[in-house]
């Protein structure tokens, strides 16, 4: 029993057909595709048996392929990418006590981010999802507020208990706070970083559950976990000086690429 990292990763994007196939360059002028550079994300990670890039299409699996990935097919008909992780986890045999699902549109995620959300699963036995959340800083809170102004979805938000147990997640920037932060200050805002570890059994009921109103209003799988009843632990985790963004729409290319180049991230 160990731990399996799942890259989803989907040419069909309603908001950025071809997304995972999408070029970033990095501070050395090296262009690497965003399913490539999650996958190296994904593999900086400590103790973890296993990584594949999980997908429906030949593309994304030539290219994943041809830099060195394991890849695991899976049908059209995943909504999401837990319902691929899902159908993957079968695929694989299934046995691993925890899976985690590194999505393929955030090629910055830290590994200690990774790290310690497994370390928060194993602490929590009543949790049967856990997800990281990073306190925004003014800068970000802006960038989440003026994303919104302009239409655009950026990052998505979260509220918890003191238990660190989710009460919500939202693309709207929440809690309101009807102020203004300095750049290095911290929000009472949280950033949802889009990473998630499941126990099994929770994954492999996650395609049979109903998606209820508020998954369909927000197109946030996780919701779906929190709306039949399951726990959804949010680890804090510390950038430690990192920037992260996650790559949702075209605008979003040239903010990574200005954060690799300041982060000297190759």
């Keep these: 029993m160990g731990v399996l990292i799942v890259i989803p990763a989907r040419y069909a994007s309603t908001r950025y057909p071809g997304k995972p196939l999408v070029g970033l360059t990095g501070a050395t002028g090296e262009t690497r595709s965003l399913v490539e550079r999650s996958w190296l994300a994904a593999r900086a990670v400590d103790a973890v048996d296993r990584v594949v890039v999980a997908t429906d299409d030949g593309r994304i699996r030539d290219a994943a392929e041809g830099f060195g990935a394991e890849v695991v097919m899976t049908s059209e008909a995943c909504r999401n990418g837990t319902e691929r992780c899902a159908e993957a986890l079968d695929a694989l045999g299934g046995a691993y006590d925890i899976v985690v699902n590194l999505q393929g549109d955030a090629p910055l995620t830290p590994p200690w981010f990774v790290e310690e959300l497994i370390t928060g699963m194993r602490g929590d036995a009543g949790a049967d999802v856990a ?42 920037v929440v809690p309101y706070t009807g102020r203004t932060y300095a750049d290095d200050a911290p929000t009472p805002v949280y950033h949802h970083v889009g990473v998630y570890a499941y126990r099994p059994d929770a994954l492999r009921a996650y395609p049979k559950m109903e998606a209820g109103p508020l998954e369909s209003l927000e197109g946030l799988e996780q919701l779906r976990f929190m709306e039949n009843g399951h726990t959804v632990l949010c680890v804090e985790v510390d950038a430690r000086g990192r920037q992260f963004w996650e790559l949702n729409n075209p605008e979003d290319v040239d903010r990574i690429e200005t954060m690799m180049q300041a982060m000297n991230l190759a």
């Design 131 to 172: 997800t990281p959340v990073l306190v925004c800083d003014g800068r970000a809170h802006r960038s989440f507020l003026e994303d919104r102004a302009q239409g655009r979805v950026g990052g998505t938000t979260a509220v918890f208990t003191r238990e660190r147990h989710a009460l919500y997640f939202s693309k709207e």
